[in-house]
């Protein structure tokens, strides 16, 4: 079995953040060529994309709010690269709203969480379904959160829609099955800026409560991405934890 990568094009949606430049990085070294996208930080992908080992890696926009950037993309990627073969949704947004605090989580707010962190992942696997069918060995991989089965998390629609997410992954393994293998990475608590808000003193506190007592990096969860490509070949469908054991 190969655990290598070369001649494959992998699509990180959000690549220019933690977790999805940790995924570009270790993607590329396993020898993929790499589309990094961004939405509003053009420089932020262009410098994981300069730091990327190997050649022909992209930076391209795409929001995850905006379907038709990403059927942008999906043609922009077919037309310079002859198609994608590996498509990691890492893109997302979220807030921190306590959990007792129902008012604060506006039906704003609540339809931003879903359009970007659920409807945004869907338009970009229907965006690039096609094209990584015909590649034959295809894969996806949405990341999603343990706070989908716990309910713990930065606000309760975050949580829901994550729950969401696991449903649409197993959903997408069936009708997708057998050209592309869908699959579901569920982090922890991870030490990026994803959560507006939640520093170092936070993350300290956290710590002590995790069984592995660590807050996870970005890397750890980048590395169970590179797994679904490189290792969990016969896995569909399937959700791989990334958590040091806090769900536990």
């Not at 022909?56 to 690269?81: F, I, K, N, Q, Y």
């Not at 829901?160 to 869908?182: E, G, N, Q, W």
């Not at 991870?190 to 993350?203: A, I, M």
């Amino acid at each position: 079995m190969s655990h290598r990568l070369d001649n494959k094009v992998a699509v990180v949606i959000g690549g220019s953040g933690g977790i999805g430049a940790a995924t570009a990085r270790m993607l590329a070294g396993a020898g993929a060529r790499v589309i990094v996208t961004y939405r509003c930080r053009k420089d932020a992908g262009e410098a994981v994309v300069a730091s990327l080992p190997g050649d022909g890696h992209l930076c391209l926009p795409a929001d995850l709010a905006d379907t038709a950037t990403l059927a942008a993309l999906a043609a922009e990627v077919a037309a310079r690269t002859g198609g994608a073969d590996i498509l990691v949704n890492t893109g997302g947004f979220t807030e921190a709203v306590p959990a007792a605090d129902l008012d604060a989580l506006t039906d704003g707010l609540i339809d931003l969480i879903f359009e970007v962190n659920w409807r945004g992942q869907f338009a970009a696997v229907r965006a690039f379904r096609e094209q990584i069918a015909a590649r034959g060995d295809g894969l996806i991989v949405n990341v999603s959160s343990i706070a989908a089965f716990n309910g713990v998390g930065s606000n309760i629609a975050y949580a829901s829609v994550k729950a969401a997410t696991d449903t649409m992954t197993k959903a997408l393994a069936r009708a997708l099955a057998p050209a592309i293998r869908v699959m579901g990475v569920s982090p922890g608590v991870v030490d990026t800026d994803f959560v507006p808000g939640r520093g170092p003193e936070q993350l300290a506190k956290i710590a002590p409560s995790i069984p592995l007592r660590r807050v996870a990096v970005a890397d750890d969860v980048a590395r169970a991405i590179l797994a679904c490509a490189t290792h969990l070949t016969y896995s569909t469908g399937s959700l791989v934890v990334v958590d040091g054991g806090r769900a536990l």
